[in-house]
């Protein structure tokens, strides 16, 4: 088994800055299946999103609406996958959970409980 905990959210205000920070820990058999991360955040009344992945070689995908805000890292050793949001907008509001699994564009495998980001204006 895996257990995804992500850490990192809260209150801030337009314009303002997060970094959420997502530990994987439990079988490292598991582990080795990882061949992407990333983070998906849901909205009230919206469908869970895709907001950036990383892949075991580094590389990185990222939504739309994010690019050019939100950087997406990973140090490998530690299983442990990092979103650093910038400019935040009252939009990004939303839980954001963290993913882990085998697809190198939806890694979907593992899942973490999800942390509150909420940006007043």
């Known amino acids: 088994q895996v257990q995804m905990v992500e850490s990192g959210g809260g209150l801030v205000q337009a314009g303002g800055s997060l970094r959420l920070t997502c530990t994987a820990s439990?079988?490292?058999?598991?582990?080795?299946?990882?061949?992407?991360m990333g983070w998906y955040r849901q909205a009230p009344g919206k469908q869970r999103e895709l907001v950036a992945l990383i892949t075991k070689g580094g590389t990185t995908n990222y939504a739309d609406s994010v690019k050019g805000r939100f950087t997406i890292s990973r140090d490998g050793a530690k299983n442990t996958v990092h979103l650093e949001m910038l400019s935040l907008k009252p939009e990004d509001t939303a839980v954001y959970y963290c993913a882990a699994g085998r697809s190198f564009n939806d890694p979907n495998d593992y899942w973490g409980r999800g942390t509150q980001v909420t940006v007043s204006s």
């Open positions: 439990g079988s490292i058999l598991s582990f080795i299946s990882f061949n992407a």
